[in-house]
């Protein structure tokens, strides 16, 4: 297991920038997946992104060209870059861990991102 911290929402507006970051700890090793998830109010919680401990990445269609998922594993550290934002990326912002290729786990408490029109 291991726990998570986001931080870096916001309220900004249609066009802006934010990078959200996920601290990672208390486990020695980064050689899992690590993604980002969404949940808007009265919706469930959505794929954002992921990148293996390795780089790979995905990106749901929404977001494909706007954001950016990057890790620094020396730091234990992800981000997400999101350029563009939209109203519709209003949302609560999670990151989760994956350790074996099916289910995610241990959720932060989020971070809000807010775009005004």
């Known amino acids: 297991q291991v726990q998570l911290v986001e931080s870096g929402g916001g309220l900004v507006h249609a066009g802006d920038s934010l990078r959200l970051s996920c601290a990672a700890s208390g486990r020695a090793d980064s050689s899992y997946t690590m993604g980002w998830f969404r949940q808007a109010p009265g919706k469930e919680r959505e794929f954002v992104t992921r990148?293996?401990?390795?780089?790979?990445?995905s990106y749901a269609e929404s977001v494909k060209g706007r954001f950016t998922i990057s890790r620094d594993n020396a730091k234990n550290t992800l981000y997400m870059q999101m350029n563009s934002l939209k109203p519709e990326d209003t949302a609560v912002y999670y990151c989760?861990?994956?350790?074996?290729?099916?289910?995610?786990?241990?959720w932060g408490q989020g971070t809000q991102v807010t775009v005004s029109s």
């Open positions: 990148i293996t401990w390795n780089g790979i990445t």
């Open positions: 989760g861990a994956n350790f074996n290729g099916w289910d995610w786990c241990c």
